[in-house]
């Protein structure tokens, strides 16, 4: 089955940037979309089709996409940023949906 | 505003059945897709499966395959995530979330406690 593929952790200082990738095969034809999720809370939407941002999520947050990797970029990390990300995108059919296993990103 | 409203925790014994309810509001129910996210405690998220409330279509995950079915009551805005033949290891937070236009998962309900313990 399809997988999509981050590093279980990520650590930055406050004030750096962090970035976090997931590697998919699948990537250069299904949009790929990033969560964050706070300890008791359900996942929040941060990014969408690879690069948008919805409102309310804050500027410091963005997205790419390079070929088989999409990357969630986090400029001037806060406190507020730690937190597990998601990605998810489909598989190349786009009839299933796929979750990455989740990077814990912890701010020093 | 707009939000989903998940039914509250679950205790079940081994081989029951749980059925999940999630109630759409502030937003037309039939107009998005709902799916179903499960996250064991301390894992990752697993997409279930979905449902477009309109038509009642639904496509689900290969490992759900006939243990999971979708339905809804458009006269509730609501819809329910039955799982069946429970194990120890469906022990999870379910989550319902809405499908936007964009394809994201732009509001997800509070989530669910599903115990499987005998």
């Known amino acids: 089955s399809y997988e999509l593929t981050q590093p279980p952790s990520v650590s930055v200082s406050p004030g750096q940037t962090a970035r976090i990738t997931c590697s998919g095969d699948?990537?250069?034809?299904?949009?790929a979309y990033w969560y964050q999720q706070k300890p008791g809370q359900a996942p929040v939407l941060v990014i969408y089709?690879?690069?948008e941002r919805p409102s309310g999520i804050p500027e410091r947050f963005s997205g790419s996409s390079s070929g088989t990797t999409v990357t969630l970029t986090i400029s001037g990390v806060q406190a507020e940023d730690e937190a597990d990300y998601y990605c998810q995108s489909a598989d190349s059919s786009g009839a299933s949906v796929v979750f990455g296993g989740g990077t814990k990103l912890t701010v020093l | 505003q707009v939000q989903l409203v998940q039914s509250g925790a679950e205790v079940k014994k081994p081989g029951a059945s749980v059925k999940v309810s999630c109630k759409a509001s502030g937003y037309t129910f039939t107009s998005y897709d709902i799916n179903w996210v499960r996250q064991a405690t301390g894992q990752g998220l697993e997409w279930m499966g979905w449902?477009?409330?309109?038509?009642?279509?639904?496509g689900y995950a290969q490992k759900f395959q006939g243990r999971v079915t979708m339905t809804r009551n458009t006269s509730i805005s609501t819809a329910y995530m039955e799982l069946s033949s429970l194990r120890s290891e469906d022990t999870a937070v379910y989550y319902c979330?809405?499908?936007?236009?964009?394809?994201?998962?732009?509001?997800w309900g509070q989530g669910t406690m599903v115990t499987v313990s005998s």
């Open positions: 699948a990537l250069p034809k299904q949009y």
């Open positions: 089709k690879d690069s």
């Open positions: 979330a809405r499908k936007d236009i964009e394809g994201a998962f732009d509001i």
């Open positions: 449902m477009n409330p309109n038509s009642g279509n639904t």
